[in-house]
Every structure is written in structure tokens, then in C-alpha cells.
């Protein structure tokens, strides 16, 4: 076949691509890759060494369709993993952030077909074949031909015996050809067999019909069956927050039982291939189980596996075995169900009450009630001390609702017992080990690159890559992993939460406000996410807009947060009084709830409020209050703020000490806050310059630090009376309000900006500055004694 001169070959590393024949090999291998990621493949590999827009991608590879940029960053993502790479480390794909893309390998255009090369080699090795077969008879009819002559024998009796030999011969190789066409058939129906599903179908689970009338088995079964099910990176499982989305659709009830109609339904609408459904019966004291695979257009159904159980307590054991046998039946390699196999007790527990305890907390988790999850996961791990997946979901409804100490120590407890579960529940117990256990981001993103490797189609990693990314202020990034996360699964808050607090972090404020109502207009928003529409409300001085978010929090369970919000806006417009009342009545409620955690942050943030106020005289006593309800990372390290910024070095030094002992592993604490206390420290102790020294160790994380690097730095300028540096330090915060709309830091720079330019001689941009903090704090409270000296200040400048 002759090649076509305008679509060549190309090679790199050990890949080569066949752009005629669509074919990417890794060292001869075939690489299996969707059409849409060859495509891109292709245009990267033209336009080579090139920085690639992600508008002029989106062009060539959409040239009639309008998509959203997702499309692309799923397909990127697609063949990154094809290639073997990951974003964070990349040999051949380098994102450009904010532009692109780029191909940065060295690249070498060939000429000859793949399929030439292919079809020549195999015909090479037949042709060696058939001529080692004809040297080998030859070499047997020379040997006998010399043995008879050296018997003696006649000619005529050696072409006699050659000639019966020959007859066998033909026999033989005629009774294994025939063989060999047997088994060849055999293997060629087995390896073209057409299989029940791909690893492109999609499968809805629906709930198990319970015919016992054991109400044990009541939702339980269907959640063993899911952990089951999900370790096989073959299958593919439809979501229940999509099934819950699209009930609501089909107008009903969003946790309406998901019956095998109400399932077929779904599929239909949603254009799945497949539902699974599952039935128990008891008889006597024997139960039967089957499971059954049904094609939701026609009804037929497409494999199935029935089991009996000898007792209760061997229902999961036996519900387990069917599972892997349906997997079987429905196309999967036995080499994938031999890797991917962990037994359903193992995988989650023995105990039929501790998985029901668990899966009404699943429910309560599905509504995004994330307190009202809580006790029937302690309940779980109450029955059974060794339930790993309880402890690990119980770590995540702990950190959903801001109880970051008990989140640590669920993924701890987790992560010690995480050889028990399978692959995927093992790379998430780990991933949320050192997300918030440990708190070591490389660590935990190295955990979800790999989780997105073996489930490419799997949402929490990429999910939690994101919120990684967030954490860390690489917005950028945060960004990409969340659009990639929603294309996955558009129906759970997190995605939408971790994608518009990014954009707000880069100021991006209409694009984060579309992302927010998209959320809500699909009836799934979170506290954060209102949180931040809040912010954004505040950012415009839009006053219907804040009281909006604010009734969205009455009656709920954390109400407390509302009360938290207008706190800090009242600290960032100098209302001090106003401040201690909202924090009094958030405590008030919070520890009405038992939220010992959340009440020791709301006292010691209360106090780092009132010391940048310059109302230190409380301080001492506050931070040691909200200490004594418990002393966590967070209240720690807000305490030793306070303290170093009033002045109490060594308090602060002893606490800052404590917080390394604690978070030795945990990226943000060792790279943001504790040099950010110690330049506090170092401030006021009338050492700048060693505070600027101590301040370079947050440079990588910055952007995520809410103005403190910059604020502290500026401080330290000032002091040296270097006052272009101190205003260049300022201005970074008033560039970058998104990264803390309601930091008290951001009023506090126009007044720092003020001096600083007062200082550099710059009189009109000193005057400027005084006039916008004294804009922004016009409600203050008069007495503030920041508040009076910047009014003598700009009385001087005039």
C-alpha cells in the first residue's frame, strides 16, 4: 500500500504515529486512543515547538460546533495518559497556563506506513517458518538415506520406507492443520466475540428488590454491590447524584427508590446502554440472589448470575462471588477481575448492620447533609472497628463541615488499615491520608495522578485534584482539573464550589458568578459556594444580593456561618463592635451544636480580627479562651498571628513551635503560616529585614497565603524606609482582592499604600490612598485608634 506523502509518520520517544491509518504505537504496540484525542495529537505534532492556543485548538478541532473549553481539557487529559505523563510532570505535553498548549519533544517524520511495517514483518516470519520446516525435511531424508546405506540396505527398500514416512508425514500435518483450524476458530470466536458492554458504556445500578422483608437488606445490598462493582476500572457506573438530578427531571422525588423501571427510565433518558438489577429471596433459611444485566432500549437482558447464601451472614460473601462472575459475563478481561477483585467483606465490611448504618449515612451525604451523615457513620465504625471506608467518607463529611482535626484523624485511622480494600478504595484512603491527614499536597497529588491512570473516568480524583490545587494557590490549574471533574460529573457542588472560588481567587468575578448560578440552577449549591456568592455580592455593594445568600443559611445546621460572614464584613469596614457581637452569637450556636472545633476558630479568628484592628488589649485573654475549647491547627495558627502582631513574641514563637511539631508534612503550614509568624514576630521585634528573610519561603504558595506575605513584607519596608518596595507589596494586594475578598488586609493596604507613598514622596498617590481607606471604613467605629491617626495623617498630607 503506498503512502500518502500529506499525511506522514511521525516518531518520538518510543511512540510512532500513523496519521493515514489513525494509529498510535508505543514500540510497535497499539495504543488505543479516542478519534477526538488523535486529533489533537495530530495538530499538537504539526504545529510542534509552537504554543498552541486554546482558541485556535478549539477552532481546528471544532471548526462547526460551539463547546465549552472542557472538551478539550478532557482530551488532553485523555492523551496524556496515553502517553504515559502526567501535567505536573510532562515530557511531551507542556501546559502554557493561561494560553495553551505545546509539544516539546523532539520529533522525527517518517515516511513508510506502520501497516507496511506490520504486514511485512508477520509475512517475514511466516516465510522463516516454512523454510526451517523444508531444511528439516531435508535434513531427515539425507540422515536416513546415509543409515541405510550404511546398513546395507537397497534403495529401493529406503524410498519404501521414506515413501510411508512421507505418507505419515502428510497424515500427521494434515490432523494438525485440522487442529490447528479448530483451535484457531475457537480463539478467533472467543477473541471476536462480541462483548455484553465496552469501556465506553455506561451502567445504572439500580436498587435491589428485597423480597425477605428484612429491612437489613434495605439499601445495603445495592451499596455492597457499588463498592464491588467500582474497584473494576472496566465498568463504569452511573453516578446517584446524576440519578438523583434526573428523577428530579422525570418529576420525581430526588430519592425515589430506583425500581428496574424507574432505572430503565433513566437509562432511556440519559442514553445508557445497560441497568443492573438485583433481587434477594429467603427460603427457609437459605436466601437466593441474582443479579441481572438488562439492555435498557429493548428489555432483553444481557447476562446473568444467580447465587444462594446458606445463611445471613453469608449473603455479602455470596452476593461478592456473583458480582465477579457478572463481570465475567459482561466483557471483562479475566486479567482485570483477577487484579481488581477484593471480596465485599474486605472491601467494606462483614457486618450487615455496620454497612446498613453506613449506607443511611451515604443518603444523608447523596442530599449534601453533611452533619446529619455523621452519626450513622460513627455508628458504622462503632460496629465494626475496621470499617475503612466508613472511617475515610466519616474523614470526608468531617471536612465538608470545616472539623478539620476529626477529618485528620478518621484519614489517619483509614490509611493504617488500607491494605484490607480494594485498588480504588485504597488510592483514595490514601489520597485523602495526606489531603487531610497529613495535609502533604505533592503527596496527595501525586496519589490522585495516579487514580485518574487506573479510572480515567473516574470524577473524585480529578475532583480532589482540584480542591489540591486550590488549597495551594495554583489557580490555574485548579481551574483546568475542575472543568475536567464537571465534564465528568455535573451533578455533585464540589466541582462548581472549587472552580468558582478559583476564578474568584483570580478576580475573574462574572465568569465565577456564571459558574455559581450554573450550580444552583441545577438545585445543587454548598455553604462555600455560598460563602463566595456572598463576597462577590459585597465586592459590588450589592446589598439584595448579600441578604440573598444570607437567608439561604436559616434553619439550617451550620446558620453559624452566616452570622461568621457578616463578622468579617464587619471587621473589613472597621465596625469593630458590630465584629464581637456576630462572633458572640456564632459561638452561641456553635456550641449549642458541640462543634468544639469550628467554636475554637471563630474565638481565635475573632481575636486576629480585633489585633489588626488594633484592639490588642483583649487579645491575650481571647486566644487563650478559644485555646482552651480546643487547640487544632487552625486556631493555632490564628492565635499566633494575634499574638506576634500585639506584640506577645514569645507566646506566639511557643505557639508557632507547636504548630510545626504538629503539621510537620503539611504544605501550607510549613510553607505559608509559620513564616508567616515568624516575619510577625521578627516585625515587631524591630527586625525587618529579618522578617523579608523569613518571607521568602512562601513565594511558591503566595497566592494562597490571604495577603500576609505581602501585608508583613510591606510592614518590614516601611520600617526600612523603603517605601517604593512597600508600595509595590501593597499594591499586589489591591490588584489581587479575589484572594481574600473580606480580609480585613485589604482596607488596611490602601492606608499602608498611603504611608509608603507619603514616604517615596509621591504625595498625590498618598493622598488617593488615604481617601479610599477612609471610603472603605466611613461606617467605622470613631474610636479605633487606626482609624484616628489615618485621619490626622491625611489632614498633614493636605
Given amino acids: 500500500m503506498a503512502s500518502d506523502s500529506s499525511q506522514p509518520c511521525y516518531e518520538f520517544g518510543p511512540f510512532r504515529v500513523d496519521a493515514r491509518n489513525h494509529l498510535l504505537l508505543r514500540e510497535g504496540q497499539p495504543v488505543p486512543l479516542s478519534p477526538k484525542a488523535f486529533e489533537v495529537l495530530l495538530v499538537l505534532l504539526e504545529h510542534r515547538g509552537r504554543v498552541l492556543e486554546k482558541d485556535e485548538l478549539i477552532e481546528r478541532l471544532w471548526p462547526d460546533s460551539v463547546v465549552e473549553e472542557a472538551n478539550l481539557t478532557v482530551n488532553i487529559s485523555a492523551l496524556r495518559k496515553a502517553l504515559g505523563e502526567s501535567r505536573n510532570h510532562p515530557q511531551y505535553i507542556v501546559t502554557v497556563p493561561g494560553r495553551g498548549y505545546r509539544f516539546a519533544a523532539e520529533v522525527k517524520e517518517v515516511s513508510e506506513p506502520t501497516t507496511e511495517l506490520v504486514v511485512q514483518q508477520r509475512a517475514s516470519a511466516s516465510l522463516v517458518i516454512e523454510e526451517e520446516e523444508s531444511e528439516s525435511s531435508a535434513a531427515d531424508f539425507t540422515q536416513e538415506s546415509a543409515a541405510a546405506r550404511r546398513g546395507g540396505a537397497s534403495s529401493d527398500s529406503v524410498a519404501q520406507s521414506w515413501s510411508g514416512r512421507i505418507k505419515r508425514h ?39 428488590e428485597n423480597q425477605t422483608g428484612d429491612v437489613i437488606f434495605d439499601g445495603t445490598l445495592k451499596q455492597a454491590l457499588a463498592v464491588q462493582l467500582e474497584q473494576s476500572p472496566f465498568l463504569n457506573i452511573f453516578p446517584d447524584e446524576r440519578v438523583r438530578e434526573t428523577l428530579r427531571l422525570m418529576k420525581r422525588p430526588a430519592d425515589e427508590r430506583v425500581t428496574s423501571a424507574v432505572a430503565r427510565e433513566v437509562c432511556q433518558r440519559q442514553n445508557l446502554k445497560a441497568m443492573l438489577s438485583g433481587s434477594i429471596a429467603s427460603l427457609g433459611h437459605d436466601y437466593v440472589l441474582t443479579l441481572e444485566a438488562i439492555n435498557s432500549q429493548t428489555g432483553d437482558v444481557i447476562a446473568r448470575e444467580q447465587v444462594e447464601a446458606g445463611s445471613k451472614e453469608q449473603v455479602l460473601r455470596a452476593l461478592g462471588q456473583a458480582a465477579t462472575k457478572l463481570r465475567e459475563k459482561l466483557g471483562e478481561s479475566l486479567h482485570l477481575i483477577q487484579q481488581f477483585d477484593v471480596p465485599i467483606a474486605q472491601a467494606t465490611t462483614s457486618s450487615l448492620e ?23 457513620y460513627k455508628r458504622a465504625i462503632e460496629l465494626d472497628p475496621n470499617f475503612v471506608l466508613a ?59 495516579v487514580w485518574k491512570r487506573t479510572y480515567p473516568r473516574s470524577f473524585t480524583p480529578v475532583n480532589n485534584l482540584a480542591f489540591a490545587y486550590l488549597t495551594t494557590g495554583q489557580y490555574g490549574q ?65 446589598a439584595t444580593g448579600m441578604k440573598k445568600q444570607l437567608d439561604w443559611w436559616t434553619g439550617r445546621p451550620n446558620e453559624y456561618a452566616a452570622l461568621e460572614v457578616q463578622g468579617d464584613t464587619a471587621a473589613f469596614q472597621g465596625r469593630w463592635r458590630q465584629a464581637r457581637e456576630f462572633a458572640r452569637r456564632a459561638l452561641d450556636l456553635e456550641q449549642h451544636r458541640g462543634l468544639k472545633e469550628i467554636a475554637s476558630i471563630s474565638v ?31 486556631s493555632l495558627r490564628a492565635s499566633a498571628r494575634a499574638l506576634a502582631i500585639c506584640g506577645e513574641a514569645s507566646q506566639a514563637q511557643a505557639l508557632a513551635e507547636e504548630l510545626a511539631r504538629r503539621s510537620p508534612k503539611d504544605t501550607v503550614i510549613q510553607a505559608i503560616w509559620l513564616p508567616v509568624i515568624r516575619a510577625a514576630v521578627e516585625t515587631q521585634r524591630g527586625n525587618p529585614a529579618a522578617a523579608i528573610q523569613s518571607l521568602q519561603a512562601t513565594s511558591r504558595y503566595e497566592a494562597a497565603a490571604e495577603f500576609w506575605p505581602a501585608s508583613l513584607r510591606g510592614q518590614a519596608y516601611l520600617r526600612l524606609r523603603a517605601g517604593r518596595e512597600a508600595m509595590a507589596e501593597f499594591q499586589k494586594i489591591l490588584d489581587h482582592r479575589g484572594q481574600d475578598p473580606l480580609s480585613p488586609l485589604y482596607p488596611l493596604a490602601h492606608l499602608e499604600l498611603a ?11 498618598s493622598r488617593k490612598a488615604y481617601e479610599d481607606f477612609l471610603a472603605l471604613w466611613k461606617d467605622a467605629d470613631p474610636e479605633l485608634p487606626i482609624l484616628i491617626e489615618a485621619k490626622k495623617e491625611y489632614e498633614r498630607l493636605k
Fill in 170 to 208: 502428510k497424515l500427521g500435518v494434515g490432523l494438525a492443520l485440522v487442529a490447528l483450524m479448530a483451535v484457531a476458530g475457537v480463539s478467533f470466536a472467543y477473541l471476536h466475540r462480541r462483548p455484553a458492554l465496552t469501556e465506553k458504556d455506561t451502567v445504572l445500578l439500580a436498587d435491589f
Fill in 354 to 376: 455496620a454497612l446498613k448504618a453506613y449506607s443511611l449515612g451515604y443518603e444523608q451525604n447523596l442530599k449534601g447533609k453533611y452533619l446529619e451523615a455523621i452519626p450513622f
Fill in 391 to 449: 472511617y475515610s467518607t466519616l474523614s470526608g463529611a468531617y471536612s465538608n463541615t470545616l472539623q478539620l482535626e476529626l477529618a485528620a484523624e478518621c484519614a489517619e485511622k483509614a490509611y493504617q488499615l488500607r491494605e484490607r480494600v480494594s485498588e480504588r478504595e485504597r488510592l483514595s484512603v490514601s489520597g485523602r491520608y495526606y489531603l487531610s491527614g497529613t495535609q502533604d499536597m505533592d503527596k496527595a497529588m501525586e496519589v490522585f495522578e
Fill in 478 to 542: 485548579a481551574i483546568e482539573e475542575a472543568r475536567e471533574a464537571i465534564q465528568l460529573n455535573p451533578t455533585p457542588s464540589q466541582p462548581y464550589a472549587n472552580l468558582g472560588r478559583a476564578l474568584v481567587r483570580l478576580d475573574r468575578y462574572t465568569e465565577a458568578q456564571e459558574v455559581f448560578e450554573r450550580a444552583l440552577a441545577r438545585n445543587i449549591g454548598s455553604s462555600a459556594m455560598h460563602s463566595d456568592l456572598y463576597a462577590l455580592a459585597f465586592i459590588r455593594g450589592d
Fill in 604 to 634: 481565635t479568628w475573632g481575636a486576629l480580627k480585633e489585633a489588626l484592628l488594633g484592639q490588642c488589649q483583649s487579645v491575650p485573654k481571647e486566644t487563650s479562651e478559644g485555646l482552651a475549647i480546643e487547640r487544632n491547627v487552625r
Fill in 755 to 765: 504611608r509608603a507613598a507619603a514616604l517615596a514622596g509621591d504625595v498625590a498617590q
